[in-house]
């Protein structure tokens, strides 16, 4: 029997497994959708698919890079204590090596890959069932730099960072990414400010000196020194250098003939809505559904 989209949509929709898992399953039941949903429910898939909904905000943050190419990978676990199992650490592993290999662009692409004779997302779903929590491929990014330089760094397993500058050389771009990872600029330098935000910035800034009963023009040079603080403060060149604060990262590349190309800075969790747990209550419940 010929395995259909319909077919699996139909399968996605029963066990909620995902597209790989469910096309994987009909073809291994020669298309019969009933033995297709036993096999997952037996593969553990559709249990997997259960927890797919739960908030993922810890995990991990994994950094490699081979030759010109470097991979930034997030991949998420309910909870710290799953991203330091080593299940979990081999899996991200296995994960960031994959993109290294196949430079796949987006993360659905990413899932359909093969790693350890399986697909990516087959192993993740192995792994939720395994572990008991979900676990979700959030993000990566490749970057690729045959003729700069370029560095990663690694702050434990929360923040990773990748550089790419134009001249300087290995120690300095690394010395970047650790400044990248400790300070969080928004932009590499006041060019590359948003107009919105600075505008909305100076919106907010103008109300609050305003109230101070000042004339208009002193209110103009408040807010004037005020926002070039701010751009300061928020861009990777005005920042002052971590490991010599009397200095800017602006000038430190100005005196090594470098400048910043690009950087990616990823740090765990960042932008999810974390669940607030009661343990007491969870507890409780875990203890009347055992009833």
């Known amino acids: 029997m010929q395995v259909t989209a319909a077919l699996v949509k139909e399968l996605r929709e029963r066990s909620g497994a995902g597209m790989m898992e469910c096309k994987k399953a009909l073809v291994e039941t020669d298309g019969d959708l009933e033995s297709a949903l036993e096999h997952l429910r037996k593969s553990g898939a559709a249990k997997a698919a259960k927890k797919a909904g739960r908030i993922a905000s810890e995990g991990a943050i994994v950094v490699k890079s081979t030759g010109a190419t470097a991979a930034i990978l997030e991949v998420n676990s309910e909870t710290d204590f799953v991203a330091n199992d080593e299940n979990f650490e081999n899996f991200a592993d296995s994960v960031v090596d994959a993109i290294l290999e196949s430079k796949p662009s987006s993360v659905d692409e990413l899932s359909a890959l093969q790693i350890g004779g399986d697909t990516v997302e087959a192993a993740r779903t192995q792994l939720v069932t395994k572990i008991g929590e ?22 434990g397993k929360r ?133």
Do not use: W
């Not at 990566?140 to 760094?153: D, Q």
């Open 159 to 291: 923040i990773g960072v990748l550089t790419e500058l134009d001249g300087g050389d290995d120690t300095l771009a690394r010395d970047i990414a650790m400044h990248i990872a400790a300070s969080n600029p928004t932009c590499i330098g006041e060019q590359d400010v948003p107009g919105e935000l600075l505008a909305k910035e100076k919106e907010v800034r103008v109300a609050q000196a305003e109230q101070s009963g000042k004339p208009p023009e002193i209110v103009e040079k408040m807010v004037t020194g005020q926002l070039k603080k701010f751009v300061n403060e928020i861009t990777l060149e005005g920042q002052p250098f971590v490991k010599d604060p009397d200095k800017t990262v602006g000038k430190l590349l100005k005196e090594n003939s470098a400048s910043v190309v690009r950087f990616i800075r990823y740090e765990v969790g960042e932008g999810i809505e974390k669940k607030v747990e009661n343990f007491a209550e969870e507890v409780m419940a875990q203890a009347k559904g055992a009833e």
């Open 134 to 155: 979900n676990i979700s491929i959030r993000r990566f990014e490749l970057l690729e730099n045959p003729a700069g330089t370029f560095a990663s760094y690694l702050h």
